[in-house]
């Protein structure tokens, strides 16, 4: 299976007045940080909410059936994806270290 593989097309939400190129920046982001995924992602959604106290991204991604949820704010949208990009790419990477269950 190639890298592409593991990554899929996240579902984008928004609330309140979001820049067309803020959706565009986490959508990018959010890819980027997949691409760590240690298994295929099954399910990307992405939400972006300019009506909470600052700007507001969050990352619901199912990981081959563990679920990963992350949430940043930030003071401009592009504050708040990055933060949300580490925190996910931080997730993932535990993911990839935890032992297996079966």
Same mark, same amino acid.
């Given at each position: 299976?190639?890298?592409?593989?593991?990554?899929?097309?996240?579902?984008?939400?928004?609330?309140?007045?979001?820049?067309?190129?803020?959706?565009?920046? @986490? $959508? =990018?982001?959010?890819?980027?940080?997949?691409?760590?995924?240690?298994?295929?992602? #099954? %399910?990307?959604? !992405?939400?972006?909410?300019?009506?909470?106290?600052?700007?507001?991204?969050?990352?619901?991604?199912?990981?081959?059936?563990?679920?990963?949820?992350?949430? @940043? $704010? =930030?003071?401009?949208?592009?504050?708040?994806?990055?933060?949300?990009?580490?925190? #996910? %790419?931080?997730? !993932?990477?535990?993911?990839?270290?935890?032992?297996?269950?079966?």
């Amino acid at each position: 299976m190639e890298r592409d593989e593991l990554v899929i097309h996240p579902q984008v939400h928004t609330h309140g007045t979001v820049p067309t190129d803020a959706a565009e920046y @986490a $959508v =990018g982001k959010l890819t980027a940080a997949l691409h760590h995924a240690p298994a295929p992602v #099954l %399910r990307a959604e !992405l939400t972006l909410e300019a009506e909470a106290p600052g700007d507001r991204v969050d990352a619901h991604v199912d990981v081959n059936g563990a679920g990963v949820h992350v949430h @940043a $704010v =930030g003071e401009t949208f592009q504050e708040a994806t990055d933060l949300m990009q580490d925190r #996910l %790419r931080s997730r !993932l990477r535990r993911i990839r270290r935890r032992p297996s269950r079966r």
